[in-house]
Protein backbone atom coordinates (compact mmCIF):
# COMPACT_ATOMS: atom_id res chain seq x y z
CA UNK A 1 0.00 0.00 0.00
CA UNK A 2 1.57 3.88 -0.48
CA UNK A 3 0.82 6.17 1.61
CA UNK A 4 1.37 10.42 1.89
CA UNK A 5 2.98 10.81 4.46
CA UNK A 6 4.35 7.61 6.03
CA UNK A 7 6.34 4.46 4.76
CA UNK A 8 5.79 0.77 5.67
CA UNK A 9 8.58 -1.62 4.86
CA UNK A 10 8.51 -5.58 6.47
CA UNK A 11 11.83 -6.93 6.23
CA UNK A 12 12.56 -10.63 8.43
CA UNK A 13 9.62 -10.77 10.02
CA UNK A 14 9.85 -6.78 11.40
CA UNK A 15 7.58 -4.08 10.13
CA UNK A 16 9.23 -0.98 10.28
CA UNK A 17 6.77 2.25 10.00
CA UNK A 18 8.48 5.67 9.07
CA UNK A 19 6.32 9.08 10.18
CA UNK A 20 8.12 10.69 6.75
CA UNK A 21 6.94 14.35 7.01
CA UNK A 22 10.38 15.85 8.18
CA UNK A 23 9.61 19.60 6.74
CA UNK A 24 7.18 19.46 9.70
CA UNK A 25 9.20 17.30 12.29
CA UNK A 26 6.70 14.56 11.50
CA UNK A 27 4.16 16.68 13.43
CA UNK A 28 1.12 14.03 13.43
CA UNK A 29 -2.11 15.46 10.83
CA UNK A 30 -5.45 14.16 10.75
CA UNK A 31 -4.34 12.25 7.72
CA UNK A 32 -0.88 10.70 8.96
CA UNK A 33 -2.96 9.28 11.87
CA UNK A 34 -5.52 7.85 9.21
CA UNK A 35 -2.53 6.23 7.32
CA UNK A 36 -0.65 5.16 10.69
CA UNK A 37 -4.33 3.15 11.81
CA UNK A 38 -4.02 1.54 8.25
CA UNK A 39 -0.12 0.65 8.25
CA UNK A 40 -0.63 -0.78 12.45
CA UNK A 41 -3.58 -2.64 11.50
CA UNK A 42 -2.11 -3.90 8.23
CA UNK A 43 0.98 -4.96 10.27
CA UNK A 44 -0.89 -6.76 12.87
CA UNK A 45 -2.66 -8.61 10.44
CA UNK A 46 0.05 -9.48 8.47
CA UNK A 47 1.30 -13.46 9.10
CA UNK A 48 4.85 -12.17 8.73
CA UNK A 49 4.94 -9.94 11.31
CA UNK A 50 6.20 -10.53 14.33
CA UNK A 51 7.32 -7.49 15.79
CA UNK A 52 6.58 -3.34 14.86
CA UNK A 53 9.24 -0.60 14.71
CA UNK A 54 7.67 3.04 14.79
CA UNK A 55 10.08 5.59 14.19
CA UNK A 56 10.52 9.10 12.38
CA UNK A 57 12.61 10.10 9.17
CA UNK A 58 15.63 12.40 9.15
CA UNK A 59 18.03 13.17 12.38
CA UNK A 60 15.49 15.51 14.07
CA UNK A 61 12.50 14.38 15.49
CA UNK A 62 10.50 11.34 16.37
CA UNK A 63 7.54 13.29 16.40
CA UNK A 64 6.92 17.00 17.16
CA UNK A 65 3.53 16.96 18.46
CA UNK A 66 -0.34 16.79 16.57
CA UNK A 67 -0.05 19.13 14.10
CA UNK A 68 -0.66 22.31 15.66
CA UNK A 69 -2.11 24.38 12.07
CA UNK A 70 -4.94 21.87 11.79
CA UNK A 71 -6.88 22.35 15.36
CA UNK A 72 -5.56 26.40 15.98
CA UNK A 73 -9.35 27.41 15.45
CA UNK A 74 -11.17 23.97 16.66
CA UNK A 75 -14.48 24.44 19.33
CA UNK A 76 -15.18 23.13 22.41
CA UNK A 77 -16.98 20.15 20.40
CA UNK A 78 -14.12 19.35 17.60
CA UNK A 79 -11.43 19.91 20.38
CA UNK A 80 -13.17 16.38 22.20
CA UNK A 81 -13.81 14.87 18.59
CA UNK A 82 -9.95 14.91 17.98
CA UNK A 83 -9.17 13.48 21.15
CA UNK A 84 -11.65 10.71 20.98
CA UNK A 85 -10.76 9.85 17.40
CA UNK A 86 -7.37 10.26 17.97
CA UNK A 87 -7.56 8.10 20.65
CA UNK A 88 -9.41 5.20 19.05
CA UNK A 89 -7.31 5.32 15.43
CA UNK A 90 -4.38 5.59 17.34
CA UNK A 91 -3.10 5.71 20.33
CA UNK A 92 -5.39 3.00 22.29
CA UNK A 93 -5.17 1.01 18.93
CA UNK A 94 -1.65 0.67 18.80
CA UNK A 95 -1.46 0.13 22.63
CA UNK A 96 -3.74 -2.87 22.68
CA UNK A 97 -2.36 -4.43 19.52
CA UNK A 98 -1.42 -8.08 19.94
CA UNK A 99 1.57 -7.35 17.81
CA UNK A 100 4.16 -6.18 20.09
CA UNK A 101 5.49 -2.24 19.03
CA UNK A 102 8.62 -0.81 19.87
CA UNK A 103 9.11 3.09 19.39
CA UNK A 104 12.79 3.98 18.55
CA UNK A 105 12.56 7.74 19.48
CA UNK A 106 15.18 9.13 17.16
CA UNK A 107 14.65 13.52 18.26
CA UNK A 108 12.01 15.40 19.89
CA UNK A 109 8.92 13.40 20.77
CA UNK A 110 6.43 15.74 21.83
CA UNK A 111 3.21 16.31 22.86
CA UNK A 112 1.23 13.15 20.32
CA UNK A 113 4.88 12.49 19.58
CA UNK A 114 5.32 11.42 23.03
CA UNK A 115 2.26 10.09 23.54
CA UNK A 116 3.23 7.76 20.40
CA UNK A 117 5.92 6.39 22.04
CA UNK A 118 4.16 5.80 25.30
CA UNK A 119 1.55 4.24 23.35
CA UNK A 120 3.58 1.83 21.90
CA UNK A 121 4.92 -1.25 24.12
CA UNK A 122 8.38 0.18 25.28
CA UNK A 123 10.38 2.69 23.92
CA UNK A 124 14.57 2.46 22.91
CA UNK A 125 15.83 6.37 22.62
CA UNK A 126 19.03 8.07 20.53
CA UNK A 127 20.93 10.55 22.73
CA UNK A 128 19.54 13.25 20.76
CA UNK A 129 15.90 12.40 21.90
CA UNK A 130 14.21 15.04 23.78
CA UNK A 131 11.01 14.03 25.48
CA UNK A 132 8.04 16.29 26.43
CA UNK A 133 4.32 17.26 26.83
CA UNK A 134 4.08 20.85 26.03
CA UNK A 135 0.36 21.21 25.58
CA UNK A 136 -0.57 23.51 28.38
CA UNK A 137 2.01 26.20 26.81
CA UNK A 138 -0.55 25.99 23.95
CA UNK A 139 -3.97 26.23 26.74
CA UNK A 140 -4.62 22.90 26.02
CA UNK A 141 -3.61 19.66 27.91
CA UNK A 142 -2.52 16.36 26.68
CA UNK A 143 -5.32 14.36 24.66
CA UNK A 144 -3.78 11.42 22.95
CA UNK A 145 -3.44 9.50 26.26
CA UNK A 146 -0.75 11.18 28.04
CA UNK A 147 -2.32 12.35 30.96
CA UNK A 148 -3.05 8.53 31.62
CA UNK A 149 0.06 6.88 30.62
CA UNK A 150 2.80 9.37 32.00
CA UNK A 151 1.94 8.83 35.25
CA UNK A 152 1.95 5.30 34.87
CA UNK A 153 5.60 4.86 32.95
CA UNK A 154 7.23 7.46 35.39
CA UNK A 155 5.25 7.95 38.64
CA UNK A 156 2.08 10.77 39.84
CA UNK A 157 4.87 13.48 40.54
CA UNK A 158 7.32 13.40 37.84
CA UNK A 159 3.95 13.46 35.28
CA UNK A 160 2.59 16.49 37.17
CA UNK A 161 5.61 18.23 37.20
CA UNK A 162 6.85 17.63 33.19
CA UNK A 163 3.64 18.55 31.96
CA UNK A 164 2.45 21.78 34.02
CA UNK A 165 6.30 23.03 33.35
CA UNK A 166 6.29 21.81 29.56
CA UNK A 167 9.17 21.09 29.71
CA UNK A 168 11.61 18.63 28.39
CA UNK A 169 13.44 15.69 29.19
CA UNK A 170 16.82 14.91 27.69
CA UNK A 171 17.27 10.90 26.81
CA UNK A 172 19.31 10.08 29.91
CA UNK A 173 16.89 11.75 32.30
CA UNK A 174 13.88 9.58 30.35
CA UNK A 175 16.47 6.29 31.33
CA UNK A 176 16.76 7.40 34.54
CA UNK A 177 12.74 7.50 34.87
CA UNK A 178 11.97 4.69 33.66
CA UNK A 179 10.38 5.92 30.26
CA UNK A 180 12.27 4.49 28.04
CA UNK A 181 14.18 1.05 28.38
CA UNK A 182 17.68 1.76 26.57
CA UNK A 183 19.78 4.90 25.15
CA UNK A 184 21.71 4.70 22.44
CA UNK A 185 23.53 6.70 19.84
CA UNK A 186 21.34 7.70 16.90
CA UNK A 187 23.54 5.23 14.35
CA UNK A 188 22.87 2.33 16.49
CA UNK A 189 19.44 2.89 17.73
CA UNK A 190 18.05 1.07 14.53
CA UNK A 191 20.32 -1.91 15.14
CA UNK A 192 19.85 -2.30 18.76
CA UNK A 193 15.91 -2.06 18.31
CA UNK A 194 16.11 -4.76 15.83
CA UNK A 195 18.42 -6.64 17.51
CA UNK A 196 15.85 -6.44 20.69
CA UNK A 197 13.26 -7.41 17.96
CA UNK A 198 15.35 -10.06 16.72
CA UNK A 199 15.12 -11.86 20.64
CA UNK A 200 11.06 -11.29 20.60
CA UNK A 201 10.32 -13.22 16.85
CA UNK A 202 11.97 -16.24 18.65
CA UNK A 203 8.80 -16.14 20.73
CA UNK A 204 5.68 -17.94 20.42
CA UNK A 205 3.39 -14.51 18.71
CA UNK A 206 0.07 -15.80 20.20
CA UNK A 207 1.43 -15.85 24.04
CA UNK A 208 3.16 -12.32 23.14
CA UNK A 209 -0.03 -11.20 22.35
CA UNK A 210 -1.46 -12.99 25.39
CA UNK A 211 1.07 -10.97 27.72
CA UNK A 212 0.46 -7.58 26.31
CA UNK A 213 -3.56 -7.92 27.03
CA UNK A 214 -2.80 -9.53 30.14
CA UNK A 215 0.16 -6.48 31.21
CA UNK A 216 -2.64 -4.22 29.66
CA UNK A 217 -5.46 -5.26 31.80
CA UNK A 218 -3.89 -4.17 34.88
CA UNK A 219 -3.92 -0.81 34.00
CA UNK A 220 -7.67 -0.56 32.98
CA UNK A 221 -10.27 0.63 34.88
CA UNK A 222 -12.88 -1.53 36.09
CA UNK A 223 -10.58 -4.91 35.03
CA UNK A 224 -9.28 -7.41 37.06
CA UNK A 225 -5.67 -8.10 35.76
CA UNK A 226 -5.41 -11.07 37.77
CA UNK A 227 -8.08 -12.52 36.04
CA UNK A 228 -7.28 -11.35 32.87
CA UNK A 229 -4.09 -13.09 33.20
CA UNK A 230 -5.92 -16.38 34.50
CA UNK A 231 -8.01 -16.34 31.23
CA UNK A 232 -5.23 -15.84 28.69
CA UNK A 233 -2.80 -18.25 30.40
CA UNK A 234 -5.71 -20.40 30.27
CA UNK A 235 -5.95 -20.14 26.80
CA UNK A 236 -2.58 -20.46 25.83
CA UNK A 237 -2.88 -24.16 26.34
CA UNK A 238 -5.34 -24.54 23.70
CA UNK A 239 -3.03 -23.29 20.84
CA UNK A 240 -0.53 -24.91 18.65
CA UNK A 241 2.43 -22.72 19.93
CA UNK A 242 1.94 -24.27 23.12
CA UNK A 243 2.27 -27.91 22.20
CA UNK A 244 5.82 -26.90 19.69
CA UNK A 245 6.87 -25.10 22.74
CA UNK A 246 7.08 -27.53 25.55
CA UNK A 247 7.67 -30.52 22.85
CA UNK A 248 10.65 -28.71 21.86
CA UNK A 249 11.63 -28.28 25.22
CA UNK A 250 11.36 -31.75 26.58
CA UNK A 251 12.80 -33.17 22.69
CA UNK A 252 15.69 -31.15 23.43
CA UNK A 253 15.12 -28.72 20.32
CA UNK A 254 14.22 -25.31 19.10
CA UNK A 255 10.54 -24.24 18.97
CA UNK A 256 9.30 -23.18 15.53
CA UNK A 257 6.26 -21.25 16.31
CA UNK A 258 3.62 -20.92 13.58
CA UNK A 259 1.78 -18.19 15.69
CA UNK A 260 -1.76 -20.15 16.28
N1 LIG B 1 2.64 21.11 14.47
C1 LIG B 1 2.77 21.68 13.26
N2 LIG B 1 3.95 22.05 12.75
C2 LIG B 1 5.05 21.79 13.49
C3 LIG B 1 5.00 21.19 14.75
C4 LIG B 1 3.71 20.84 15.25
N3 LIG B 1 3.55 20.24 16.42
N4 LIG B 1 6.25 21.10 15.24
C5 LIG B 1 7.07 21.61 14.32
N5 LIG B 1 6.37 22.03 13.26
C6 LIG B 1 6.86 22.66 12.02
C7 LIG B 1 7.22 24.14 12.24
O1 LIG B 1 6.05 24.94 12.14
C8 LIG B 1 8.18 24.34 11.10
O2 LIG B 1 7.44 24.47 9.89
P1 LIG B 1 7.80 25.68 8.83
O3 LIG B 1 9.24 25.43 8.45
O4 LIG B 1 6.83 25.46 7.73
O5 LIG B 1 7.60 26.95 9.61
C9 LIG B 1 8.92 23.01 11.00
O6 LIG B 1 8.08 22.05 11.64
C10 LIG B 1 10.26 23.02 11.72
O7 LIG B 1 10.05 23.41 13.06
P2 LIG B 1 10.85 24.61 13.79
O8 LIG B 1 10.01 25.10 14.92
O9 LIG B 1 11.29 25.61 12.78
O10 LIG B 1 12.12 23.80 14.35
P3 LIG B 1 13.03 24.21 15.58
O11 LIG B 1 14.24 23.34 15.49
O12 LIG B 1 13.25 25.67 15.64
O13 LIG B 1 12.18 23.79 16.87
C11 LIG B 1 10.73 22.37 18.19
C12 LIG B 1 11.87 22.45 17.13
C13 LIG B 1 10.32 20.90 18.28
C14 LIG B 1 11.23 22.85 19.54
C15 LIG B 1 9.55 23.24 17.73
O14 LIG B 1 9.22 22.90 16.38
C16 LIG B 1 8.31 23.10 18.57
O15 LIG B 1 8.24 23.60 19.67
N6 LIG B 1 7.27 22.42 18.01
C17 LIG B 1 5.98 22.28 18.65
C18 LIG B 1 6.06 21.29 19.79
C19 LIG B 1 4.72 21.19 20.49
O16 LIG B 1 4.23 22.09 21.12
N7 LIG B 1 4.11 20.01 20.36
C20 LIG B 1 2.88 19.71 21.00
C21 LIG B 1 1.75 19.92 20.08
S1 LIG B 1 0.20 19.56 20.87
Known amino acids: MSYNNILSTTQDGITTITINRPSKLNALNSETI ?3 HEAFNAA ?7 VIIIIGSGEKAFVAGADISEFADFDVAEGGRLAAEGQAKLFDFVANLRTPVIAAVNGFALGGGLELAMAAHFRVASDNAKMGLPEVSLGVIPGYGGTQRLPQLVGKGRAMELIMTAGMIDANQALQYGLVNHVTSLEELVPLVEKIAGKIKRNSPVAIGAAIAAINAGFEDGVNGFETEISEFGNCFGTEDFVEGTQ ?9 FEGK
Open 44 to 50: NEDYDTK
Open 34 to 36: QEL
Open 248 to 256: AFLNKRKPV
